[in-house]
């Protein structure tokens, strides 16, 4: 799939890492160092405007070497960038550990997937069908 982006970054564009990775990372592109307190968020830029095909979104989620590592993660996980979105593409990182954490230009931040997706029309009824679920909710599936 081709999408047309602008990179007004001082990096090179997103690519995928290995030939079956469905994200691709994204990094920061700042002008000096930014500290991430712990339990603080901040909006970083990465300097990357895309322009989606209708019905695709970019899902934008945590690294998991971040995560595990540095307690590092993308905090409205996964954030969703529309199609019809035309600004910079901005990460809201947050530091869960108990220790700062300094993102520095060209630092991994996140990755970004690109998904189809469709969009419902609603058709309302007086009542749903039944299922074997029914209406069990969290921790119901796989009980008997």
């Not at 995928?16 to 307190?37: C, F, H, Q, W």
């Not at 809201?92 to 931040?109: A, K, P, Q, T, Y």
């Amino acid at each position: 799939m081709k999408i047309n982006i602008v990179n007004r970054s001082k990096h090179a564009l997103p690519d995928y890492a290995t030939p079956l990775s469905a994200g691709m990372d994204l990094r920061a592109n700042i002008d000096e160092p930014v500290i991430l307190k712990s339990l603080e968020r901040k909006l970083i830029p990465t300097g990357l405007f895309i322009e989606l095909p209708s019905g695709y979104e970019a899902q934008i989620r945590p690294r998991s070497g971040l995560a595990i590592k540095k307690g590092i993660t993308v905090l409205n996980s996964p954030g969703t960038i529309d199609a019809d979105y035309r600004g910079e593409i901005c990460i809201i990182l947050v530091n869960l550990s108990d220790e700062d954490f300094v993102i520095n230009d060209g630092e991994r931040i996140c990755q970004m997937v690109i998904a189809q997706h469709a969009q419902a029309e609603w058709t309302e009824v007086g009542e749903l069908s039944e299922t074997d679920r029914g209406a069990g909710g969290f921790g119901h599936t796989g009980k008997h």
